[in-house]
């Protein structure tokens, strides 16, 4: 249901009863009640007992406070990152994934690409190695993914410049410049809260 919620297979607003979910998912409704109430309690869906699933949408409120978040962490990452001699395995995983971003690009693969888009952005909080902002990124794992994937198919040209504004944020970071890293972090990130407002 999380995978279908997440690829957009489920749309938000669409109704789903527990009768259907037992149909489409072939299982009982014991299992399918306890996902329910997982996908609501991280709040990607909203189920009332005995009726069935309401996939949700974010407002635009919740759009541009989850941006802004995004913003205040993750530029803050990687100005303190740039102060850091990058370890060379970590150097190494990301040449790797930005490589596989450019082969999601060249195939116009935006599924791919926003799973390779989330873990970079995910591995940058993780290598900054702050307990409390990598909870906060995992539990914004769903939302994060979903959103980047929306930005995608609104915007089709903007996988091209996400994989370009990631190669050189890590361009930047690499070199020790924290500056110009947490600028284009912030530019990055305000584009994508701008296509998904309009």
């Known amino acids: 249901l999380r ?11 669409e109704f789903l009863t527990e009768r259907m979910l037992v149909e489409l998912l072939g299982m009982s409704r014991t299992p399918i009640r306890a996902a329910l109430e997982r996908l609501d309690a991280e709040g990607l869906a909203k189920y009332t007992p005995n009726k069935g699933l309401i ?17 205040a962490i993750e530029s803050y990452i990687v100005r303190r990152l740039a ?4 370890p060379a395995a970590d150097a190494d995983w990301f040449r790797a994934n930005l490589e596989d971003q450019r082969a999601c690009v060249e195939a116009n693969d935006f599924a791919r690409f926003t799973e390779a888009d989330a873990a970079f952005h995910r591995r940058l909080a993780a290598v900054y190695d702050n307990g409390e902002i990598t909870k906060t990124m995992d539990r914004l794992q769903d939302k994060l993914y979903r959103t980047a994937l929306r930005v ?10 996400s994989y370009e504004d990631h190669a050189r944020i890590f361009e930047l970071v690499a070199s020790g410049d924290g500056a110009g890293a947490a600028r284009l972090m912030e530019e990055h990130l305000e584009f994508g809260k701008r296509i998904l407002m309009m």
């Open 152 to 161: 995608l198919r609104k915007d089709v040209s903007r996988i091209r410049t």
């Open 83 to 86: 102060e850091r001699t990058f």
């Open 3 to 13: 995978r279908l919620i997440l690829n957009g297979e489920l749309q938000p607003g």
């Open 55 to 71: 996939v949700s949408e974010m407002s635009l409120t919740q759009v541009a406070e989850f941006f802004d978040f995004r913003v």
